[in-house]
């Protein structure tokens, strides 16, 4: 079947402008994580959905970072006000089930670029 | 707080040179390790996975056992071919986190014909 699924695949803005960054996940899986990989930073957790609800948030670098999840499918991260800093690639991944055992599935990945 | 240590690369290598890339952790509760590879140009894909102390992940030629002991989850492949090119992250999950993955920094492994 489908994997997961992001847009754009690639995103150049302008360092104060506003970015949406689209993750369709396996259809049918529950939970969706967002994560971060940068150079500097490497690869770092941002927020985590159960269904429609985001009950962990706590990877968010700034109150200028949101997402939000609707029907329990497409989520969507938004970025306000980019800064340079938010230069990296933005990986969504789902799963069947937030369990101990079950297997994190990534999508491409949005390569964002903040000029 | 949850960690993973993976040796710093670039790994270089001839082909069918014995390969071990090394990776320990720190973790609270019994996380469940996984290695996962990207290949140039592509995405994250899950290479393998252990779920409980001494069990062993096995997937294309590669092995990895869950090491509760010495807290450790080393990747091996007996035979590395030009394909297994890539960068490879060690990884484990947080039980007290909604299982959230925590990543090794990624060891880029060259295999030279």
């Known amino acids: 079947g489908a994997g997961v699924s992001q847009s754009p695949s690639n995103k150049v803005t302008e360092k104060g402008k506003d970015v949406e960054l689209r993750c369709d996940p396996i259809s049918g899986h529950t939970a969706l994580y967002w994560y971060r990989q940068s150079l500097g930073q490497g690869l770092e957790f941002l927020i985590y959905?159960?269904?429609?609800?985001?009950?962990?948030k706590s990877g968010l670098p700034s109150d200028r970072f949101s997402a939000e999840r609707t029907g329990g499918s497409v989520s969507t991260l938004t970025i306000q006000r980019t800064q340079q800093e938010d230069s990296a690639v933005y990986l969504c991944a789902s799963s069947l089930e937030t369990s101990r055992t079950d297997t994190q599935y990534f999508g491409p990945g949005t390569r964002l670029t903040v000029l | 707080g949850d960690s993973v240590t993976q040796m710093e690369g670039p790994v270089t290598l001839s082909e069918e040179a014995f390969l071990t890339i090394n990776c320990t952790y720190t973790a609270t509760g019994y996380p469940s390790l996984f290695w996962y590879v990207q290949y140039p140009g592509e995405g994250l894909q899950l290479l393998l996975k252990a779920t409980k102390a001494d069990d062993k992940g096995s997937n294309k030629g590669f092995e990895a056992t869950y090491r509760k002991e010495t807290t450790s989850f080393h990747l091996e492949k007996g035979s590395v071919q030009v394909s297994d090119s890539a960068v490879y992250f060690c990884?484990?999950?947080?039980?007290?986190?909604?299982?959230?993955?925590?990543w090794g920094a990624g060891t880029k492994l060259i295999i030279k014909p």
């Open positions: 959905f159960q269904g429609n609800s985001a009950p962990d």
């Open positions: 990884a484990l999950n947080r039980p007290d986190s909604n299982y959230q993955l925590i």
